[in-house]
C-alpha cells in the first residue's frame, strides 16, 4: 500500500469549524489523536515534529495509523466525500497523480457520536524499477 520511502504526517486542527459556532455546537473532543498530530503551531521541538513522520509502510501502518480511533467513513454517500485529482508535471522525474480526497467519518466507538471531516493527500508515482 506505500512504498517504503512514502512518508505519513497527520495534522488535528482541533480548532472550532464555522459551522459548529453557528450551530451553538461543542468543540469536538480531539485528544485521542493529540499525542500524534504534526501541528506545527502547537509542537514546537524539531526531533519531534520529525519523530511524528511516518516512512515506509510498516511504520506508517503501526506508528501513524493504527493508534488512531476506530473511524467509519461514508463512501457510498456522494454528498460526504470529495475527491479531486490531476496529472503533475516536473515534480519528478516522472509524470505523477496528485489525490485530493475530503470527506467525512464517524467514531463508532466514541462516547457521543461526533461527525468529523478529514482531508488527504496522495501522490502517486510509478514504481521504480526492480521494486515490490
Known amino acids: 500500500m506505500y512504498d517504503s520511502s512514502a512518508t505519513f504526517s497527520f495534522v488535528a486542527?482541533?480548532?472550532?469549524?464555522?459551522?459548529q459556532k453557528a450551530e451553538g455546537l461543542r468543540g469536538d473532543r480531539w485528544?485521542?489523536?493529540?499525542?500524534g498530530s504534526r501541528s506545527l503551531s502547537r509542537v514546537k521541538e524539531l526531533d519531534e515534529r520529525t519523530n511524528r513522520i511516518h516512512?515506509?509502510?510498516a511504520d506508517?501502518?503501526?506508528?501513524g495509523i493504527l493508534p488512531l480511533p476506530k473511524t467509519k467513513h461514508h463512501l457510498h454517500d456522494a454528498s460526504k466525500i470529495c475527491v479531486d485529482a490531476w496529472q503533475t508535471g516536473g515534480l519528478l522525474p516522472a509524470i505523477c497523480?496528485?489525490?485530493?480526497?475530503?470527506?467525512e467519518?464517524?467514531?463508532?466507538?466514541?462516547k457521543r457520536p461526533?461527525?468529523?471531516s478529514f482531508d488527504r493527500s496522495f501522490i502517486i508515482a510509478p514504481a521504480p524499477p526492480n521494486s515490490q
Open 13 to 19: 486542527d482541533m480548532t472550532m469549524s464555522n459551522y
Open 55 to 57: 516512512v515506509g509502510n
Open 60 to 63: 506508517i501502518i503501526k506508528q
Open 105 to 110: 467519518f464517524d467514531e463508532p466507538e466514541a
Open 114 to 116: 461526533v461527525t468529523k
Open 31 to 35: 485528544d485521542k489523536y493529540v499525542d
Open 97 to 103: 497523480i496528485y489525490i485530493m480526497v475530503h470527506g
